[in-house]
């Protein structure tokens, strides 16, 4: 983000650049994903399984999503989806993360003095 003493002293050239330098990075949108990922521990029920019933149970990895009014969803993943639901949340944060610095930057740029104006003085 560029910080300043005034907003005035920085150009929209300048603001611009560092816009579309936030642009160019961005992560691939196909690629992302929103929630949580979760390790829980799933047991079956007594005589049915013998690790179960050791104490061990069955380790599963699971994408839980929350929904307004306190909803929640969780897709259950094998074990060859959490690397990629991984990468798609950390996808998620970025783009999150670099849209509201844009947003600021798009702010910042209604308040910018434009760069090619100059000490013009009014005539008369």
Same mark, same amino acid.
């Given at each position: 983000?560029?910080?300043? &003493?005034?907003?005035?002293?920085? $150009? ?15 992560? &691939? ?9 979760? &390790?829980? $521990?799933?047991? /079956?029920? $007594? ?5 179960? &019933?050791?104490?061990?149970? /069955? ?13 929640? /969803? ?6 060859? !989806?959490?690397? /990629? ?21 798009? !702010? ?17």
């Amino acid at each position: 983000m560029i910080f300043c &003493d005034s907003l005035l002293s920085v $150009t929209q050239e300048q603001i611009i650049r560092k816009r579309d330098s936030l642009l160019a990075q961005l992560p &691939d949108a196909r690629n992302i994903l929103r929630g949580s990922l979760l &390790d829980r $521990t799933i047991r /079956h029920s $007594t005589g049915r399984c013998k690790r179960c &019933d050791s104490g061990g149970g /069955h380790a599963v990895s699971v994408l839980a999503i929350g929904y307004p009014g306190g909803r929640m /969803h969780q897709i259950s993943l094998r074990k060859e !989806q959490a690397a /990629h639901v991984k990468q798609g949340l950390e996808n998620y944060y970025a783009l999150k993360a670099a849209l509201e610095e844009i947003c600021e930057l798009n !702010q910042q740029l209604l308040r910018a003095k434009p760069a090619a104006a100059g000490k013009k003085g009014r005539k008369k």
